[in-house]
Each structure stands twice: as C-alpha cells, then as structure tokens.
C-alpha cells in the first residue's frame, strides 16, 4: 500500500508537471501572440473521440488521486521498476515538451492554426523533427500508464493523441507547403516526421 502512495504522488508529479508546462507557454503565446486562424479537422468522429476521450482521462485521473480503490479493478500488474522507468520516461517527455514549446514560441498552440506573422521553426528539437510535439506528448502519456499502472488512466491519453495524430499531421504539413513552399518541401526532405532519420 505505501508503494502504491509513492506511485500516485510521482503521478501527481507528473501530471502538474505537465499541466505548468503546457499552461506557461499557451499563456505566453496568447497574451502576446497575434491574430489566429485555425484549420483544425473538423470530422464530427474526432471531436467526439477527443471529447469523450478527454472526459474519461479526466474522471479517471480525479478517481485515481482521490477514490484509488474505485479503480481497482483497471490496475495492470506492472513491476515496480518498469513503472519507475515510466516515471524517468514522464520526467524526459515532460522536459521535451517545454522544450518543444519554448522553440515554438509566439507560433505555439495547442490546435493546428496560422498566426500572424507566423514563421518556420527549423531549431531546437525541429532542427531534426518535424512534429517533436506529438513524440514528447506520447511519451507523457505512455508514463502516464506505467507508473498509475491502470489501463483506464494510460489509454484515454494515448488513444486521444494517436487520434488527433492521425487525423491531423497530413493537414498541417499540407498547409505548412502552402504557406512556406519550397522552403518547408526542403525542411521536410531532410527531417524525420516524429524522430531523427524516420
């Protein structure tokens, strides 16, 4: 049982840890970022994926703080060391989203958008990856998984992301060529799409 307190709190950890990074920089780019225009896919099966999505993460995460025993019956009987290698991977992930974000800077959002004034990130970790967000983020939510070890808690997140992944990375690398051109048909020729070299 105390293990199993150690485990949440790394949990909390996480996940405020989180919370702090992506509220910073979406603070920053709003308070002084221009006006935005969004090309977020509209498919009426993504919005209820993500929202019903979104809604079982949330409640699981409030029960599994709170009314641990009330997600018992989800647990996965994960080793201690594997979930404390989750919490070193939700630590690393954590560290490349701020990063990720903080190279986007005022262009940072987290629906897929134009800014005024918008530019072609090419440094940080878009140097050599041309989506590092939606690697960081699945990285967050896999560690998510191990180290609640329940399903109910893990799954939503990534399911959610693989989502908005799927039906979202061919759009915005579309209108990255509409707007950038041969400038971003370069970039994309020599950068991985989610990881260096692939």
Request: with cysteine; charged share 15%; glycine share 12%.
């Amino acid at each position: 049982m105390e293990q199993e307190v150690i485990f949440r709190t790394l949990m909390g950890v996480l996940f405020a840890g989180f919370i702090i990074v992506r509220g910073y920089h979406h603070r920053c780019a709003l308070k002084d970022g221009g006006k935005i225009e969004y090309h977020e896919p509209r498919g009426v099966l993504m919005r209820m994926l993500r929202l019903s999505g979104g809604m079982v993460l949330a409640g699981a995460l409030l029960l599994f703080f709170f009314l641990p025993d009330w997600l018992a019956w989800a647990t996965v009987p994960f080793p201690s060391w594997l979930r404390w290698a989750g919490f070193g991977l939700g630590v690393t992930a954590t560290m490349a989203t701020w990063w990720t974000e903080a190279s986007l800077g005022l262009n940072f959002n987290v629906t897929l958008h134009l800014r005024e004034g918008h530019t072609l990130v090419m440094h940080g970790p878009y140097r050599w990856v041309r989506h590092p967000m939606y690697t960081s983020l699945l990285g967050v939510t896999i560690s998510w998984l191990l180290v609640s070890s329940n399903w109910l808690v893990g799954l939503p997140g990534i399911v959610g992301l693989l989502t908005i992944i799927v039906n979202r990375v061919d759009a915005e690398e579309k209108m990255m060529i509409e707007t950038f051109g041969e400038k971003y048909r370069a970039y994309l020729r020599r950068t991985g799409r989610f990881l260096p070299g692939l």
